[in-house]
Structure formats: C-alpha cells, structure tokens
T-cell receptor
Framework: DTGVSQDPRHKITKRGQNVTFRCDPI?????LYWYRQTLGQGPEFLTY????????KSRLLSDRFSAERPKGSFSTLEIQRTEQGDSAMYLC????????????????FGPGTRLTVT | GEDVEQSLFLSVREGDSSVINCTYT??????LYWYKQEPGAGLQLLTY?????DMKQDQRLTVLLNKKDKHLSLRIADTQTGDSAIYFC???????????FGAGTRLAVHP
C-alpha cells in the first residue's frame, strides 16, 4: 500500500491556460474526494466519487472545473481557462466504503498539487 | 449551516501537554477528526472519534468530545518539537462522509 499519490506536485501556469491534475487513490478504495486548500485555510470539499460515479459537486466547482474517474480507479481534475483565484493546493483523498468496517470512515489524503496561476 | 472553528495559534514548551480546541455546528456529524499538516505536505490522519463516544485515547493523543456543547479537543501529552505543525479539526457531513474542516491551529513547540 503506497498511499494516495498525486501528479504533478507543482504546476505553474499562465492565466487562461487549461491544467489537469491526476490522483491515484489507495488500491481497493472505492471512494475518492477532491478538496481545495488556500493559504491559511482548511481544505474545502469540491467533489466526490463512489467508484466511477460522481455523486456530489460543491457549488465551489464552477463550470470551468471538471472531474472524472473513468474506471473507478484514478481520477483527473481539469481546470479550463485558469484564473488567478484558482491558485491553491488541490488535495485528493480516498476511503473504503464498507459499512461493516469502522475503518471505512478513515479518509487518507495525498500530498497535493500546488497550482500557481500567473 | 456547517461550520468548524478553531483557535489559530498555540505555543507550548517541549515536554508539556498541548490542548487544541474546536467547535462545530452540525449535530448530525457521525465522526469527528483530527488531521496534522506539516509544511508543504498533505494531511495526515491522526485520530477520529465516533459521535456517541466521549473520549478516545491513542498513545500520546487523547480526544474529548462534548456533544451537547459541540466541542472537540485534542490533547497531546509530552509534546515534542516534531509535533510542530498545523492541526485541523473536521466534521463528517452527509452520507458520503465529506469532511468540513476548520481553519487549523498552528502548534509551535519551543525548548
């Protein structure tokens, strides 16, 4: 078990460009979450997948944001036409939904992708 | 609505106990969590407590939950310099267990 991984770790882009981030959850984890963290704040929920189905999206996720988890394993988060306000740390987390296990409430985070929009 | 509040900063002497406090608003939260974040890193799950419990102890960590007052605390015994970090309190929300975080408490440990 290598934990949740994210790629890239850092991304610098110019305003108006598109960027895509990848998250690989812990293997066998069927729940995957994306959060965004700005400086001095706690993470804020963006969206959630159970297997390949996107089941909840925050109002923070504007039309420029899209997330996918095509095969129920890794996930991608794309931001189109980036704006300076998109600069933040994008965090991915995963957990195993299994009502029979207390550990299904354990949500593990990756190291994050830090996005800087210039 | 859902909201989690924490004090922003705590300074302790090495070897003393640290107590980090948190208040939350969602009385339907099933689990409450403590995460640790070191500079430039992701969040490390420290511990969590089910809402029908009052206390949970895990080595140097003790979590106390007062459900009536919606107050959660994390006590770190024998605080070490390696404990210096930002500590986040979070409540679970909804059937999918999305987390609502506080702004974090920066713990500084000095000799």
């Amino acid at each position: 078990d290598t934990g949740v991984s994210q790629d890239p770790r850092h991304k610098i882009t110019k305003r108006g460009q598109n960027v895509t981030f990848r998250c690989d959850p812990i293997s066998e984890h069927n729940r995957l979450y994306w959060y965004r963290q700005t400086l001095g704040q706690g993470p804020e929920f963006l969206t959630y997948f159970q297997n390949e189905a996107q089941l909840e999206k925050s109002r923070l996720l504007s039309d420029r944001f899209s997330a996918e988890r095509p095969k129920g394993s890794f996930s991608t988060l794309e931001i189109q036409r980036t704006e300076q306000g998109d600069s933040a740390m994008y965090l991915c987390a995963s957990s195993l939904a299994d009502s029979g296990r207390p550990s299904s409430y354990e949500q593990y985070f990756g190291p994050g992708t830090r996005l800087t929009v210039t | 609505g859902e909201d989690v509040e924490q004090s922003l900063f705590l300074s302790v002497r090495e070897g003393d106990s640290s107590v980090i406090n948190c208040t939350y608003t969602d009385s339907s939260s099933t689990y409450l969590y403590w995460y640790k974040q070191e500079p430039g890193a992701g969040l490390q799950l420290l511990t969590y407590i089910f809402s029908n419990m009052d206390m949970k102890q895990d080595q140097r960590l003790t979590v106390l939950l007062n459900k009536k007052d919606k107050h959660l605390s994390l006590r770190i015994a024998d605080t070490q310099t390696g404990d210096s970090a930002i500590y986040f309190c979070a409540e679970s929300s909804g059937g999918y267990n999305k987390l609502i975080f506080g702004a974090g408490t920066r713990l500084a440990v000095h000799p």
